[in-house]
C-alpha cells in the first residue's frame, strides 16, 4: 500500500526544543513558594518500625512538617499502570501505602519531611531515629516460597500469583516418551534497572476550587489519576495529572511510584505545594526493576529436530511488592508456548513470589528478554548437543502464518521469519563463518550467534485497550491534535502527526502536537506501554483524521458547488480525483468554515477507538563476537537487528529506536546486575558508577534491518516496535560466546567475571 506521509523519515517534533534545552521538564516547571520533600528510608530488608523519633527533625529551622505512618492519610493502593478492570479478580493487589510500619525491602519508605528546601529536608532525614525489629530475609524467589519462610505480606504464603497451562492433544507425559531426546536444564536472568535519563520527580498542590493537581513524569497519567483517587479517597474528578516532557521511562514510569505520597503531603498541608526529585540511587533501588527469573526447562526432540514436548516452570523474583505483579511472568508463559509451538504438547507452571529485593515490574518488553534468553539458550544448547545447525532447529520448530494461539485465540496474520533467518544468515555469512570457527584453539575465539522473538502487540485480550483523539482544524487548514497517548521520548508524538497528515491529506508540519498530557483537557488514553501506542492510539488518530477529511469535503463540495465524491484532499489542497486539479486549498475551506455568516461551524472531533485485535511482532539478531579466555571479555565484532514489525512510520526513528534497545540489551548481556548484600539485603551498586551501564566507548557499529509485511490489523499496517528491539541481542550474544568456546552460559550477566568462572570449569584457561 502507497502513502504519502506515512513511510517518510521527518524530523521530530521536540527535536529542536530537546536539543536547545527549551523543552519543559517536571523539574522546570513548578510553582511559587514550593516546599520540597525527601525521605527517610529503612535500613534493614524486613521488619517493623518499633519506634520512630521525629522531635529533633521537626524542631530544624526551615522543616515544614515531619511525617509517618500515623500522621500521613492515604490508603492501600495498587501501583501497577495497568488498566482498571470492573472484575475484581483481574484488579491488581492493593498492598502499597504511601509510608509503611511494616519494612518489606531495604529502603522501604518509613518517614518523610517536607522543608523549604532540599538541603534543610536532608539534613532533617539524619535527625530522625528509628527503631527496627527485624524479620528473615529472603533475596530469592524458590526461597522466599519455601513452606518455612516468614511471610513478606500477611495471608499471601509469599506467592504473588500462580498460572499454569496445558495445550495439546497428548498429554505431556506421553509426549515425552513419544520423543528420541529429552533435554533438560535450568536457566537465569537476574534483575536490571531502567537508568532512565530523568529520574522519578513529581509535585502537587490544589487550585482555588480544592482541585488536586499533581505534576509528574509519568507514561501513565490517566492510570495515575485513577490510582490516586483510590489511595486518597477522592473523587477521580477532583483530582488532575499533568505530564511535561518526559526524560526516558522504559516502563519505570509505568507504576505509580511517588505520586500518592507526594499528593498526601500537600494535601495534609493544605494544598500548599510539595515536589518530591528522587536522587539516582533512590531511584535506582526505590523504584522498580526487571524481574528476576529461574527457568527449569525441559523439551522432546524428535531425530528430525521437531520439538513434540515442551515444559517450562518459571519462578519470578517480584520483589516487595506486587506492583505489575503476575503478569510478566504470566505473559512470559504466553511467549514460551507460541514462539516454538511443540507438535504435541505444552505445559507451563509458572510463579511470581514477593522477595525483599527492590520491586520488579514493567521495563521495556515486560518479561520478553527474559523468556527469550532461557528459550533461546535452550535451543541452542540442544542443537549442539544433537550436532545440528542451531539455524535449522529453529526453522523447523518457529511459528508460522496463520498460527491460531490457543491460549490467546490470536491469529498471526503477518509473520516473517523466514525472512528474517535469511537476512541474519546473509548478513553474518552464517554458513561460511559457522565453519570457519568450528574448531578454535587460543586465548581468542571467534563465533557468530542467531536468536529469533515474537511479541505482541498491545494487551489485547489480557487487558483493555482503548485511545482517544481530539482533532481540531485551525483557520489556516492545520490541525491540532491531542491525545491522551504519552509522549515519553520514543517519537509518539511524530508519528501521530504523520498518521494524521496522512489521513486528512495535508502537509506533516500543518499537524501540531501538544507534548503535555493533562487529563482534564486530553482524550482518555491508557498510557505508554506494551508498544500500543502506534497501533492502539494510531487507530483514534486514523479514525479522527477520517472525520476531519468528510468535513472538510462536505464543506467544499457545498462551497465549490462539485460533487463530493470527486473529490479528495491531497497536500494540503482539495483535488479533483479524475485529473488531480487543484479547486481549492484547505486553508480557504477553513476560512470559510470559521467565517462564513450564515454556515460557519469548526471542523473538529472528538473519537474513541477500542481495539479487539492483536499483531504479533517478530524479529531477531545475528551476532558476530570475540572472546577472550584469558580475561573474559567479549568484543562486538558484529550485530544486527531485523525486525518484522509491519509498516515501519517514521524510518529514521524506528532506526533510532532499534539501536536503543540494542544497547540497553548489551548491557543486560554484558555488564548490567543489580546487587544485593547478603548479610542485610541492602542494595550494592545503586549508583552509575558500579552499576555498569555500556557507554558509548561499549558500544559497537549496531546494523539494522526492516521486513515490512502490511499488518491488516494496523492502522497503517504497523505493529510492535518500541521494545522489541530488547529483546534479543544478548541471547545472540550468547549463542556467539557459545559457538565461539564450546562452553554454555545459562545465566546472565556475562560479565568477564562470571565468563571467566564458566571458562575455569570447563578447563579453557588451562589450555592458554
Known amino acids: 500500500m502507497e502513502f ?86 483481574h484488579q491488581d493487589k492493593a498492598d502499597r501505602k504511601a509510608l509503611t510500619d511494616k519494612v518489606r525491602f531495604y529502603g522501604d519508605e518509613v518517614a518523610a519531611v517536607v522543608a523549604v ?148 503531603m500537600s494535601l495534609a498541608l493544605g494544598g500548599r505545594p510539595v515536589m518530591y526529585d ?37 519462578y519470578g523474583n517480584g520483589g516487595a511488592y506486587a506492583a505489575h505483579g503476575h503478569s510478566q511472568v504470566g505473559k512470559m508463559g504466553g511467549n514460551f508456548y507460541r514462539t516454538y509451538p511443540a507438535e504435541l504438547a505444552t505445559k507451563y507452571e509458572g510463579y511470581t513470589a514477593y522477595t525483599n529485593c527492590s520491586v520488579a515490574a514493567a521495563m521495556r518488553a515486560y518479561g520478553i528478554p527474559q523468556i527469550t534468553f532461557a528459550v533461546e539458550s535452550h535451543v541452542e544448547n540442544i542443537a549442539k548437543a544433537m550436532n545440528m545447525d542451531p539455524m535449522k532447529l529453529r526453522e523447523i520448530n518457529m511459528v508460522t502464518q496463520g498460527f491460531k494461539d490457543k491460549l490467546s485465540g490470536i491469529t498471526i496474520n503477518t509473520c516473517e521469519l523466514p525472512e528474517i533467518v535469511k537476512t541474519a544468515k546473509e548478513y553474518i555469512h552464517w554458513d561460511a563463518k559457522r565453519a570457519e570457527y568450528a574448531h578454535q584453539t587460543g586465548d581468542k575465539r571467534r563465533g557468530v550467534g542467531f536468536a529469533l522473538f515474537s511479541y505482541p502487540t498491545a494487551t489485547w485480550p489480557v487487558a483493555l485497550e482503548i485511545a482517544g483523539a481530539r482533532m481540531v482544524m485551525n483557520q489556516d487548514g492545520s490541525v491540532c491534535l491531542q491525545m491522551g497517548a504519552t509522549e515519553i521520548g520514543q517519537g509518539a508524538a511524530t508519528v501521530f502527526s504523520q498518521m494524521a497528515a496522512e489521513t486528512v491529506g495535508i502537509p506533516y508540519d500543518m499537524v501540531h502536537f501538544e507534548e503535555f498530557t493533562d487529563t482534564d483537557i486530553c482524550p482518555f488514553d491508557t498510557g505508554a506501554y506494551a508498544s500500543r501506542q502506534t497501533y492502539v492510539g494510531g487507530k483514534a488518530v486514523k479514525k479522527a483524521g477520517l472525520i476531519i477529511k468528510d468535513k472538510v469535503l462536505d464543506r467544499a463540495s457545498a462551497l465549490l458547488s462539485l460533487e463530493k465524491g470527486d473529490l479528495d484532499v491531497k497536500g494540503g489542497f482539495i483535488v479533483r480525483i479524475d485529473n488531480g486539479e487543484r479547486v481549492s486549498s484547505v486553508e480557504d475551506i477553513a476560512l470559510d468554515s470559521y467565517y462564513n455568516r450564515h454556515t460557519a461551524d469548526t471542523i473538529a472531533t472528538d473519537v474513541t477507538a477500542t481495539v479487539e485485535t492483536n499483531g504479533i511482532a517478530f524479529g531477531g539478531s545475528a551476532a558476530e563476537v570475540e572472546v577472550d579466555i584469558r580475561t573474559g571479555r567479549v568484543e562486538i565484532l558484529k550485530l544486527i537487528n531485523i525486525h518484522d514489525s509491519g509498516t515501519i512510520i517514521n524510518p529514521v526513528l524506528a532506526e533510532g529506536q532499534v539501536h536503543g534497545g540494542m544497547s540497553m540489551s548489551l548491557g543486560y548481556a554484558l555488564s548490567e546486575i543489580m546487587l ?93
Open 4 to 89: 504519502t506521509t506515512v513511510g517518510k523519515s521527518y524530523k521530530r517534533k521536540d527535536a529542536a526544543a530537546k536539543v536547545t534545552g527549551k523543552a519543559q521538564y517536571t523539574r522546570d516547571i513548578g510553582r511559587n513558594n514550593m516546599l520540597y520533600a525527601k525521605v527517610l528510608r529503612s535500613t534493614i530488608a524486613h521488619g517493623f518500625v518499633k519506634s520512630i523519633d521525629t522531635a529533633k527533625a521537626e524542631a530544624l529551622e526551615g522543616v515544614v512538617k515531619v511525617f509517618t505512618p500515623d500522621n500521613l492519610p492515604c490508603g492501600n493502593f495498587p501501583t501497577a499502570g495497568h488498566p482498571y478492570s470492573l472484575d475484581p479478580s
Open 676 to 768: 544485593y548484600n547478603p548479610k542485610n539485603g541492602a542494595p550494592r551498586n545503586n549508583n552509575l558508577l558500579d552499576y555498569k551501564v555500556p557507554t558509548l566507548m561499549d558500544t559497537p557499529q549496531l546494523d539494522v534491518a526492516f521486513v515490512e509485511p502490511y499488518e491488516p490489523t494496523g492502522p497503517y499496517g504497523n505493529k510492535a516496535l518500541g521494545e522489541p528491539p530488547a529483546i534479543t541481542p544478548a541471547p545472540a550474544i550468547r549463542n556467539a560466546i557459545l559457538q565461539a568456546t564450546g562452553v554454555e552460559v545459562n545465566k546472565l550477566p556475562m560479565n568477564p567475571q562470571g565468563l571467566f568462572e564458566h571458562f575455569s570449569a570447563a578447563g579453557l584457561t588451562e589450555e592458554v
Open 117 to 264: 528546601d532540599e538541603l534543610i529536608a536532608q539534613k532533617a532525614l539524619k535527625l530522625i531515629t528509628v527503631e527496627y525489629e527485624e524479620l528473615p530475609f529472603y533475596l530469592d524467589a524458590e526461597e522466599a516460597l519455601k513452606d518455612d519462610a516468614v511471610e513478606i505480606h500477611e495471608g499471601s504464603k509469599n506467592i504473588t500469583g500462580h498460572n499454569s497451562y496445558t495445550v495439546g492433544d497428548v498429554d505431556i507425559n506421553e509426549a515425552f516418551e513419544k520423543s528420541d531426546y529429552v533435554f533438560e536444564e535450568v536457566l537465569e536472568v537476574l534483575p536490571v534497572q531502567h537508568c532512565h535519563m530523568e529520574n522519578h520527580v513529581a509535585y502537587a498542590y490544589t487550585e482555588g476550587n480544592g482541585r488536586l493537581v499533581v505534576v509528574t513524569s509519568t507514561q501513565i497519567p490517566h492510570i495515575t489519576r485513577r490510582i490516586l483517587s483510590q489511595a486518597l479517597d477522592m473523587p477521580a474528578g477532583m483530582i488532575r495529572v499533568i505530564k511535561p516532557i518526559i526524560g526516558g521511562g522504559f516502563g519505570n514510569k509505568q507504576d505509580v511510584c511517588i505520586e500518592p505520597l507526594v499528593a498526601a
Open 278 to 314: 528522587m536522587d539516582r540511587e533512590e531511584c535506582m533501588s526505590c523504584t522498580r526493576t526487571r524481574h528476576g527469573a529461574r527457568f527449569y526447562m525441559k523439551t522432546g526432540v524428535r531425530k528430525d529436530g521437531r520439538f513434540l514436548a515442551r515444559e517450562l516452570t518459571n
